[in-house]
């Protein structure tokens, strides 16, 4: 299990099992919802992923603008602006949450398997040599 938050503490959430995937996006909307060089989530399936806190008080963008055409909720917190979890209408099993909130323990790690929009990377930005890269989604 590991337990997840925004920076305030008013959402919380619990993952269970193993995810189905661990993705680094650099896609110009990843780069604008987390101000930073892209964003970096693993995607659990919907029963492995659950609120345990401030559920009702999450808000959701709609991002129909997306670089790859598909529909993407993204949610964060009312209080904080943290960028929590997020909903890919091409995948509607799956929940996708981002590293940044996961609370890893003690020899816990994460890596990912796969980059995604690789031709809007930072030249300058190293990842592992293994993983599957892909120019677009
Ligand atoms: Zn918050
Ligand atoms: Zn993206």
Request: charged residues 20%; hydrophobic residues 30%.
């Amino acid at each position: 299990m590991i337990p997840g938050s925004c920076l305030c503490g008013k959402i919380q959430y619990e993952l269970s099992g193993e995810p189905v995937n661990a993705v680094m996006c650099f896609c110009n909307n990843c780069r604008k919802t987390t101000g930073s060089l892209g964003m970096a989530n693993s995607w659990y399936t919907k029963q492995n992923f659950k609120f345990t806190k401030g559920a009702d008080d999450i808000r959701t963008y709609e991002d129909h603008a997306t670089d790859s055409g598909a529909t993407v909720e993204r949610s964060f917190c009312p209080n904080c602006g943290s960028p929590l979890v997020a909903m890919n209408a091409k995948y509607p099993d799956l929940v996708i949450v981002t590293y940044g909130t996961m609370e890893l323990g003690e020899g816990q790690t994460w890596k990912p398997g796969m980059e995604f929009f690789c031709k809007r990377k930072i030249e300058w930005l190293g990842t592992p040599a293994e993983t599957r890269k892909f120019h677009e989604l």
